[in-house]
């Protein structure tokens, strides 16, 4: 029973002194006002970093198109090609990882020139299929650049009546993009600390940053066509420089000063 009086004793103590504490800090609130907290002092810069890309990979689309009046015999002959220059395409090297189908297509091609019969009345013109176009579109990505020249003298040779581009991309962007990135935010402290020097004071640490890029643009785009009659023909292709891409980051930071 005495164990059980000294617990509620010791309990309503307890609370009676959270209730002071309260009371103090509202008396003091409405005597003296709020706490003031000090205005945090800031500076704001921005800063560009940049970096060289140079391509490591291209990538070309080619094509066979192959019309008629037989759609099956079409096929069959359109089959017959890019499978001759996938083959080729493999034995420069090129993995099947790397051979992708990005288009296959099969249209008729119309004459709209016959009219309708008299009285009809829908009137306008009565299509007439004329024929067959067969369309088979490969992309492959090329890890040597030492071989694009071959492959696009090749191509022709193996039934190939389009190459409809060239391209060239870096495999891995982030490489380049981090490099940017680092020397952006070196600048920016570097501007920060001068700024802060030239005014009497110092950089305290970072309170917000933000950075903003315009992408990763593909390095360098070239298109060359060659018609259903031959074209290339196996001749040498023209010599097609990869080049390079400047790749920039731009970055906002605000500093705490002192």
Do not use: C
């Not at 009809?120 to 013109?125: A, I, K, L, M």
């Not at 039934?159 to 070196?186: C, H, M, W």
């Not at 001749?235 to 930071?253: K, L, R, S, Y």
């Amino acid at each position: 029973m005495n164990n059980l009086l000294h617990s509620k004793t010791l309990f309503w103590t307890f609370i009676n002194l959270i209730v002071i504490a309260v009371a103090v800090v509202i008396w003091k609130v409405l005597l003296f006002g709020l706490p003031v907290v000090p205005e945090m002092r800031t500076i704001t810069v921005s800063a560009e970093g940049k970096t060289v890309v140079a391509p490591d990979i291209a990538k070309i689309s080619f094509s066979v198109v192959t019309e008629g009046q037989n759609p099956g015999t079409i096929q069959e002959e359109n089959t017959k090609k890019m499978n001759d220059a996938i083959a080729f395409i493999k034995e420069q090297g090129i993995s099947e990882a790397d051979i992708k189908t990005t288009d296959y297509s099969l249209n008729p091609r119309y004459d709209y020139s016959r009219p309708r019969p008299i009285g009809d009345p829908e009137g306008g013109s009565n299509p007439y299929i004329l024929g067959y176009a067969l369309s088979q579109t490969v992309t492959i990505k090329v890890r040597d650049l030492e071989k694009i020249a071959p492959i696009l003298a090749g191509l022709p040779s193996k039934g190939i009546n389009q190459i409809t581009s060239v391209g060239f991309d870096v495999d891995d962007p982030e490489i380049y993009l981090n490099q940017a990135r680092e020397e952006a935010f070196k600048k920016a402290y570097e501007k920060a600390r001068i700024m802060a020097k030239q005014n009497n004071t110092r950089i305290k640490r970072v309170v917000t940053f933000t950075e903003s890029q315009g992408g990763f643009p593909p390095i360098y785009y070239a298109k060359a066509e060659n018609s259903l009659d031959g074209g290339l023909g196996g001749a040498m292709p023209p010599t097609i420089e990869p080049g390079t891409q400047d790749v920039t980051i731009n970055v906002m930071v605000t500093y705490e000063i002192r």
